[in-house]
């Protein structure tokens, strides 16, 4: 069994700003981690509110972890701070100096003739790459990550007074979460990280929301954005990741198209529910937009299916002769 996350958990908080972070949905989404699994994936890492969660309550002690995102900035920043934290710290310092001096025109410069400038000419990661990362996430609007048509980061600087830029107590910890036995990040699109994902796992899948009107669409972490056929292939891939036997969690935004596409009978017979939650309420300047309060998550219909039941895989290779996936997805429900 899995030490149940709770409120009070004191583990390391994300490291990231992240649009569509989700902290806030925590409680929710507590109460539909399964009691037991053998290896965490998560697929649409962002600031990794989950992974944070998890690692803090001891939920991942002695288990594996497969962290994925497809954005190479954010991919490229978390090596860093897990292989070179210090060589970031050091320059994340000089940029918090720099800012101090230097505000807005200070943040337009690095935007422009350092951080885009680097990444055009050298894309792999440096520490000093992973320092700027942080430093315009800390004090663009928002912690907003965003690229224009030629992939460059684009975000104006936020309105922040005292913005905190370098806590070395805060980016040691991540740090070490981030190098704790078993925990692998990888630069991914979904659909190879759910390919994986079988019985044992515990998936949670939060991609960039369908947007709630034709105008309201934040979808551009990564280059190529997130459209309606990349939300009906993820349909697709948390479908067979449920029919391999894994647990899978998703959350999205609560639009008729999202809850049309999980409310499915094949859905169902995958084993999943769709259910509406109360949402962060965000102030809308559009009155019509100030009641949709609600997001969707998507999880096991079995609650109370312990996958601490399941026969660990090292001792079913040895004790039984090879069954498919269907099959042991099958077992796994009776087991439950
Ligand atoms: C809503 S955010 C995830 C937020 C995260 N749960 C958190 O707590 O911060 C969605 C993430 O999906 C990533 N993403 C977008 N398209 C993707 C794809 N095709 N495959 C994998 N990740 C993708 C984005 O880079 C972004 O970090």
């Not at 806590?167 to 910890?173: N, S, Y």
């Not at 925990?183 to 659909?191: C, D, G, H």
């Not at 105008?215 to 056929?229: P, Q």
Request: hydrophobic share 40%; aromatic share 8%.
């Amino acid at each position: 069994m899995v030490p149940a996350p709770s409120a009070d958990n004191h583990g390391v908080r994300p490291l990231l700003k992240w649009a569509g972070g989700k902290r806030q949905l925590l409680p929710v989404l507590r109460q539909h981690y399964p009691s037991s699994f053998e290896r965490y994936v998560e697929p649409f890492l962002g600031s990794g509110a989950v992974f944070f969660d998890l690692h803090g309550s001891g939920a991942l002690e002695g288990r594996a972890a497969l962290l994925a995102d497809a954005n190479p900035d954010l991919i490229g920043c978390y090596l860093m701070v897990r292989d070179r934290v210090e060589a970031v710290l050091a320059e994340l310092a000089e940029l918090d100096e720099g800012h101090a001096r230097g505000r807005e025109a200070f943040y337009y410069e690095v935007r422009n003739e350092r951080f885009n400038a680097q990444r055009r000419d050298h894309p792999d990661y440096t520490p000093e790459l992973a320092a700027m990362f942080l430093y315009l996430n800390r004090t663009g609007f928002n912690g907003l990550f965003r690229l224009n048509r030629r992939g460059e980061f684009n975000v104006p600087v936020g309105r922040y007074v005292n913005p905190r830029i370098c806590d070395p107590v805060h980016l040691r910890a991540a740090s070490a979460a981030l190098r704790t036995a078993g925990v692998t990040i990888e630069l991914r699109p979904f659909a190879e990280s759910l390919a994986g994902a079988t019985v044992g796992d515990f998936v949670y899948c939060d991609p960039p929301y369908a947007p709630l009107t034709k105008t309201a669409c934040f979808a551009s972490y990564t280059a190529g954005g997130f459209n309606w056929f990349d939300q009906r292939a993820l349909q697709q891939s948390v479908l067979g990741a449920m029919r391999r036997g894994a647990w899978v969690v998703l959350s999205n935004s609560c639009t008729p198209e999202i809850e049309a596409l999980y409310g499915s009978s094949e859905v169902r017979a995958a084993g999943l529910e769709v259910q509406r939650v109360p949402a962060r309420r965000s102030i809308n300047s559009r009155a019509h937009l100030r009641g949709a309060v609600h997001e969707i998550i998507v999880t096991p219909l079995l609650h109370d299916r312990r996958l601490a039941d399941i026969v660990p895989r090292m001792l079913r290779a040895r004790s039984a002769p090879p069954v498919s996936g269907s099959a042991r997805a099958a077992t796994a429900r009776r087991r439950a």
